[in-house]
């Protein structure tokens, strides 16, 4: 199983950019359902997660307001659209998918059975 996560670049403060995540290989009931980041020097940490049904979203204190999570159930695909970007925002943002499930929230990470690559994004001018 493979997780590519793409979308990510440089962007100014203020910019928005949307990260998306596919699952690819031998994939059936591999669900990405999270993304979190790591910024350099500290500890990777939960952004924002669904649930597997994708009506219920959870996001982290510092991109709530700002941030939007969502699944599409059919492509098994899911996509960060991050608004009002800040500089510490900055970080090597990561998909995370859950294997063999068809219901919950996974707000831990150590929930996850699989991760992408990572993609960075950069905000600065």
């Known amino acids: 199983v493979q997780l590519q996560a793409s979308g990510g670049g440089l962007v100014q403060p203020g910019g928005s950019l949307r990260l998306s995540c596919a699952a690819s290989?031998?994939?059936?009931?591999?669900?990405?359902l999270g993304w979190f980041r790591q910024a350099l020097g500290k500890k990777r940490e939960m952004v924002a997660v669904?649930?597997?049904?994708?009506?219920?979203?959870n996001y982290s204190d510092s991109v709530a307001g700002r941030f939007s999570i969502s699944r599409d159930g059919v492509k098994n695909t899911l996509n960060l659209q991050m608004d009002s970007l800040k500089p510490e925002d900055t970080a090597v943002y990561y998909c995370?998918?859950?294997?063999?499930?068809?219901?919950?929230?996974?707000?831990?990470?150590?929930?996850?059975?699989?991760w992408g690559q990572g993609t960075l994004v950069t905000v600065s001018s």
């Open positions: 995370a998918a859950k294997a063999g499930v068809r219901s919950g929230t996974y707000l831990q990470e150590t929930s996850y059975d699989y």
């Open positions: 290989g031998p994939a059936i009931g591999v669900v990405p």
């Open positions: 669904i649930n597997w049904s994708g009506n219920v979203p």
